[in-house]
């Protein structure tokens, strides 16, 4: 019953900008920890781009540079709501985005549980 839905994706030229969300869905959700933004660039890995909790959001120490100067995370912890602010988009930013979210809610009929959520992903285009 537990879902994330994100938002924000599309297509976009080379020097736009886009502002992904993501927030959980589920009458059973206690409470949300965690919550990050992952990409996955054609044919490359899953990557983490960027991490927040309710009191401290930032971008992926191993992140490039590049996606440092551009991109941004907030929280809007009323609304269990992350974004991710992303300027000045390249191509190589063309990539499937996930939103990863430690949710602790009923898993079965008795039990209550902390895990991991994926939301299905957000396919990002830039164009150049």
């Known amino acids: 019953q537990v879902q994330l839905v994100e938002s924000g994706g599309g297509l976009v030229q080379a020097g736009g900008s886009l502002n992904l969300s993501c927030v959980p869905s589920g009458e059973t959700i206690v409470s949300v920890d965690s919550m990050d933004w992952y990409r996955q660039l054609p044919g490359k890995q899953r990557e983490l781009v960027a991490h927040?909790?309710?009191?401290?959001?930032?971008?992926?120490?191993n992140a490039t540079d590049s996606v440092k100067d551009r991109f941004t995370i907030s929280r809007d912890n009323d609304k269990n709501t992350v974004y991710l602010q992303m300027n000045r988009l390249k191509p190589e930013d063309t990539a499937v985005y996930y939103c990863?979210?430690?949710?602790?809610?009923?898993?079965?009929?008795?039990?209550?549980?902390?895990?991991?959520?994926w939301g299905q992903g957000t396919q990002v285009t830039v164009s150049s």
């Open positions: 927040s909790t309710a009191d401290s959001t930032r971008l992926n120490v």
């Open positions: 990863k979210a430690n949710i602790f809610a009923k898993v079965n009929e008795i039990t209550y549980r902390w895990r991991d959520y």
